[in-house]
């Protein structure tokens, strides 16, 4: 009987300093949330835009993390962001899927526009202003050319259009790249 | 010294604990996908069946042992591995989040990888003292660790193999698992220990 006694006493002693040095070491070790995802969402850029097929970067970045998505759907970040996530994930890196298109921005046909503020809600990083009743009007500088405000329009007032070059922000285009080609045909019709 | 060489030889090839003793197979079929993952779980392997060969013996000689209750040695050794095992779980989670991802269900599965409590168990029934423990747990770990590396790589190269369709996968898997254990039984003539 004696014997059942320290058995019992000297497990329970022993699990439960092995419980107080695992919770002393927990408190070393702290995890904040899933530090993937919070890495794979620091590289994406922020516009929530919804391009990649998710409601935002944090969705899109917590399915990169649990595989459910391939690595190259974001293309506001373009190729740079892609490789860093292929990079962090150990993944072959992957062409983003992008048509032969400029970098596009929205705007308002103004005239036409009925001041419902419908695209103001629906655009991800505030490009939009206006007000109930009146002409909303597109910064051009700040649109992403998500597209999302099409479809909201009840008017069909938004056109996207190709966003201009700033001169002071000119550089040569890459060979190759989609902005080549498109400088290129420009000179052609120059040209004609 | 020699002692230490000899039981590294022995453990790591001789009787090797995967393929001579059949100890640990869940993850070595399991983690041998990637040769990454595999690297990985030999280094959590390894930091594990040291410490916990080691645990395990202070246990058994300075309260097991004084206290009369060897009858309780499976639970207290299980409970040390358990421990052990948590511990490098939340340390890979801090450190390596890519890497406890791909390690996954298997760096908890550690605590029920009959390898661990097999060299613990082993280490009391052969009387090891204390540094021959530690270094019989060490050396049965990089054993452990290498048959798994090793298997990763000729798992990786198979993957482009054209092989007969109904090999593909878990089949050829297990015949080269077979392979690699005869080709493991040469090292037998090498020690005796």
Redo the contacts between chains.
């Keep these: 009987m004696q014997n059942l006694f320290t058995a019992m006493l000297s497990f329970s002693l022993f699990a439960l300093i092995s419980g107080i040095l695992l919770a002393i070491a927990t408190r070393f070790f702290k995890v904040e949330g899933d530090p993937i995802v919070e890495k794979i969402d620091a590289l994406l850029p922020q516009t929530q835009c919804g391009q990649c097929g998710f409601p935002g970067c944090k969705p899109y970045a917590t399915a990169v993390a649990e595989e459910r998505a391939e690595v190259n759907h974001c293309i506001p970040g373009g190729e740079r962001t892609m490789l860093a996530i292929a990079d962090l994930m150990g993944v072959e890196p992957k062409e983003i899927e992008e048509g032969p298109t400029a970098p596009m921005v929205a705007f308002i046909r103004e005239d036409e526009c009925i001041g419902c503020t419908l695209c103001i809600k629906s655009c991800p990083v505030d490009a939009i202003v206006g007000a109930p009743k009146q002409y909303h009007t597109i910064i051009a500088k700040d649109c992403t050319g998500c597209t999302l405000c099409l479809e909201p329009c009840p008017v069909d007032c938004i056109d996207m259009l190709i966003k201009p070059e700033l001169l002071e922000h000119w550089a040569w285009p890459l060979p190759g790249s989609n902005r080549a080609e498109l400088g290129h045909e420009r000179k052609e019709q120059h040209h004609a | 010294m020699y002692e230490f060489a000899v039981i590294l030889l022995s453990t790591i090839l001789v009787n090797n604990y995967v393929l001579a003793k059949f100890l640990g197979i869940c993850p070595f079929l399991g983690v041998s996908g990637k040769v990454?993952t595999a690297i990985g779980m030999s280094f959590a392997v390894m930091f594990v069946m040291t410490l916990a060969s080691t645990a395990s013996w202070l246990?058994q000689q300075y309260?097991l042992i004084p206290?009369?209750?060897l009858y309780?040695q499976t639970?207290?050794f299980i409970?040390?591995i358990a421990?052990l095992v948590?511990?490098i779980e939340?340390?890979i989670?801090?450190t390596s989040?890519?890497l406890y991802?791909g390690l996954g269900i298997f760096l908890p599965l550690i605590t029920t990888n009959c390898a661990v409590l097999g060299v613990a168990l082993l280490n009391i029934q052969h009387d090891h003292g204390l540094f021959t423990s530690a270094f019989y747990g060490l050396g049965a770990a990089i054993g452990f660790g290498l048959v798994l590396i090793l298997f990763a790589g000729l798992r990786e190269r198979l993957d482009g193999a054209p092989t007969p369709k109904a090999f593909k996968g878990s089949p050829l898997t297990l015949i080269t698992a077979g392979m690699m254990s005869l080709a493991f039984m040469g090292f037998s003539g090498l020690v005796k220990f």
């Design positions: 990454e246990v309260i206290l009369d209750i309780l639970i207290f409970l040390i421990v948590q511990f939340m340390m989670h801090k989040p890519v991802q």
